[in-house]
Structure formats: C-alpha cells, structure tokens
C-alpha cells in the first residue's frame, strides 16, 4: 500500500479518546496535567497521521517488494527506510515513548492510537522500533543504575535497538525448554552465554550502529523449566565505559527467514558464544538456593507489552481492510440491483451482501478499537494513578484484558482480511491491489508472543483465578456499571419496553464461576428497528 492508497479516518479514534474514554480523568493525573489536556490530543494525532502519510506508507511497497536481504552476514533493509526511521526518532514517536520515568512523557492509551495508525501505513517497518521499546521497559524497571546509564541512552534515541530471545529450535512456545546457557565469569553480574535463538524480530539490521538483545539463558545450578531462567542484556558490540562501541561480542547472525509476509521486517536466527566470547550482563539477582530464577518474570514485562502491541497490529489489518474495501466499494460499479434489475449498474456499496460485509468489517473494527484503548487506559492508570486501590484495581483490568486483546484481535483479523477480499473479488486475490498482502502479514499475529491458545490458557487458568476470582469478579462488575449507565428502554411498535439486562455480578464467587447456575428463567423481549423487527432471547440470573 503505498503513500497514495493509504487511508485511515481519525474520527474513528478520536470519537475513542475524546467522547468515550475519560482522557480528562487520565491527563488530571500528576504524570500529565502540567503537560497536556484533551486540547493536545488532535495535534499529536495529525502529526502521527503525516508522518504515515508522507513517510512510513510511501515505503511500504519496498517493504514488501524489496524486503530485507541478507547479503554476506548482513541484514540489509530497503535505502528508504533510513530516513523514514531517523524521521520517526526525531519526532519523538519511536523507543523514546517508552520511557515512562521523563517528565512530559504522554499516555500509553495515546502512544497506542498512534501505533495503530503506523501499523496500518507499513507494519513491518514498526518492528524496527516496537520490539526497542519493549527492551527499553525491562531495562528500565530491572536494570540497575550501571546499566541504564550504559544502554538506555542511545536506545531511547533510536541509535542503538532492542530484541527480545525466547525461541529457540527446540523451544517455541515451550519456553521451560529452553538450552542456552550462561557461566559465570569473575566479573560479578557478567555471564559467558551459548546458545541458539530463532525467529528473533529485528534481531540485526543496518537502521541501528547496535542492537541490545534480552536473552533468557539458565545459570549452572538452576533449576529445570521456566521457573529456573535468568534474563541477560547482551549486546551485538560490546560497549566501552565511555560510551562509546567496542568489538564485536560474538552474536552472530545466521540467517532471515524467507516468511509469508511482512517482507520489510527481518526475522534472524542469532547465535550466541560461537567462540566462546559473547557476555551478557545479569538483569536482578541469580538463582536462589531452590534454582528458582527471575527471568521469565522479567521477560513478562515485555511479553505483555508487545502482546498488547500485536492486538494493535491485529486491529490496523481490520481496520486498514476495511477502510480500503469501503473506498473500492464506493468506486467499483458493478452489477443491477437485487430490486431493480433491468436498471442502471451500480457501485459495489449499493449491493445488500457487500454492505453486510463492510459493516461486519466496521463492527468488529470499532469493537477491537475499544477494547484495545480500554486496556491501554487501565494500564496507564495502574501505573499513573496517585490512589493505590484505583492501581490495583486497574492492574487487574489490564491484565484480564490483555490476553483478550491479543488473541481477539488477531483471529479476527484474518476473518476481516478475508471479507475484504470477497469485496474486491477477484482483484483481491491478485498482489495488483493491497488486501492480498494485508493477508500475507496478518496470519503470523495469531501466532505471535505466544499462540492464541496460549492466551486462552493464561486468561482462563491464571487471570481467572487471580486472587481467587475477585478480579474476574471487579472486570464483570465494570462492564456491568458500563451498560446500566447508557443503556436506554427500546420502545417497540408494539408499545413494548424492554431495558438491557443487568448482569448480576454480586452474586457471582470464585466457586459459582466454576459451577454456574442453570438459569432461572428466559424472557423475550422484542427489538425494533426501522423497517423491520427482531425477537431476542436472554436469560437473567437469579437474585
């Protein structure tokens, strides 16, 4: 999709920041209120949005057409990225947003609408910066002074990047099986590391002089499974006390992988200590005297961070297949009306299935959109409220909501792609127009920071049960409030009034959750709308 073909209608997140979400509440908070108001929000939306347009869409071509190449040992990316990337760091919208300790930094329920945008201009130019960020959080929160004065400098300016190693050949989503080692040296907190890792996003390329690679490893004595991993910062150059680039720290890059899609994002397999020289610095303390280990802990910092960042990636594939089937439908003229069929032809728009299709497409667009924004705001206010119960509260919204993010929006971005593609007919099934390559792209993020069954499990058997189902309980009672403070009788034409039903939170306990009630009743109720009517059926809970 080029420059001339990207869409994107910011009425849509702005209705999200400005009419839904309470970014008064948020931007009150001490983090912000000397920074910004809801003022502030649409001039840092239309820069977002120019930078798409002028420079991270126009590159998208390259990005699938070219893509990265890896010549003698090297990841080479298309000449237009350069100034694309340097144009992203300067205007503050790449790593940098990821330090949340600088005064005047703005909310990551922002950060998130913008991100969308730029994954719907080019998202496999948006790895070279996403996976920084991350690195930069575990840094940031894990890393002691030493470390952070050494490494965050020049990855908050874009000079240097951030990866994260979990994959290895013989553990994928199997993380407790991972082999790389590390072996103490006599240096207090700096390991030998060995070992293999694969399917590493970003993990080397030309737009950085250094690339900072978190790695899980297992200490001598740890113990097995995820519980016994430890978490190093290892650099590609070592780096010199003042500063500045030292030798190569024995990581070498073995090969890209050639993917379905997302041609402009480098996928490396990296091995670590061919020859015995690669160092990394231990993040946290080593194992203690049980083998246990903080590593995967630490890990998670980012885990869920980029999850969160997948589900946007899931949304903008919705989203951009949307807005680029709405446009073609608007234009191509084809057929008669169902209703009159001897007259004139009409454009796709005015055919009854294909606006089935676009308003499925806008339906589950908006949905993602909200949850997703929902979720970032919850992370912003249990980091950035000045009320303990509220972090607590919304720390556990956020990480009910996360997994829920990540695999919704991925699973139905594929599905989405797909009615996009029914619209363009058999346009979209050629590479000549830009849905085929939004499919190619999207299937890997149902994939991604841990399958969707995966993220079924961790919702289901830890967020679930944290403490005991009160937080599941806190989440349903949230939504609850949500419906009985807009709902609205819907008055039939039959004078029938019927009000949408309370979901009877109160009498839901940990136990009840695992053995539901059958429900005590059901009861009709009829909707109407213009034209035509419905009967719906609910059951309400008892109490």
Known sequence: MSGKTFIYDRRDIQFVLKEWLDMDK???????????????????????YKICHHEIAPINDDADQIGVRFIDGKVITPDCFKKAFKTINEAGMGASQADREVEGRI??????????????????????????????????????????????PAMLTGEWGGTMNLTEPGAGSDVGSCVTKAFATDQPGIYKIKGTKIFITAGDHDLCDNIIHLVLARIEGARDGVAGLSLFLVPKYRVN???????LNDVITTKIEDKMGLHGSPTCSLSYGENDGC??????????????????????????????????????????????????????????????PKGPKVRLIEHEDVRRMLMLQKSYTEAIRALISKTAYYLDLSRDSDDADEREFADGMFQISNPMCKAFASDTAWAMVAEAIQIFGGYGFTSEYPVEQIARDCKIYSIWEGTNYIQALDLVRRKFTMKRGLVLHRWLEDISRFIEQYQKPVVSRRNLSCSTPRIQTSSLSWPSLMNPPRPAKFKSCLYSAPGYSTRLQFSTVAG
């Open 107 to 152: 909310p990551i329920t922002l950060i998130q609408a913008n991100f969308e945008m730029f994954c719907v201009a080019n998202t496999a130019f948006t790895c070279f910066w996403g996976l920084s960020a991350g690195a930069i959080s575990v840094i940031q929160q894990h890393g002691g002074e030493r470390l952070k004065q050494k490494f965050l």
């Open 279 to 340: 160092y990394g610095y231990l993040l946290g303390d080593p194992p203690d005297e049980k083998g246990n280990a903080q590593g995967i802990g630490q890990m998670f910092v980012m885990m869920n961070e980029e999850r969160l960042n997948v589900g946007i990636q899931g949304l903008a594939a919705c989203a951009k297949a949307y807005y680029l089937s709405l446009d073609y439908a608007k234009q191509r003229v084809q057929g008669t009306k169902l209703t009159d």
């Open 241 to 247: 006390d003042d500063g500045g680039l030292g030798e």
């Open 26 to 48: 948020l931007l009150s908070l001490p983090a912000y209120r000397d920074f910004y108001t809801k003022d502030d929000l649409d001039p840092i939306l239309d820069t977002a």
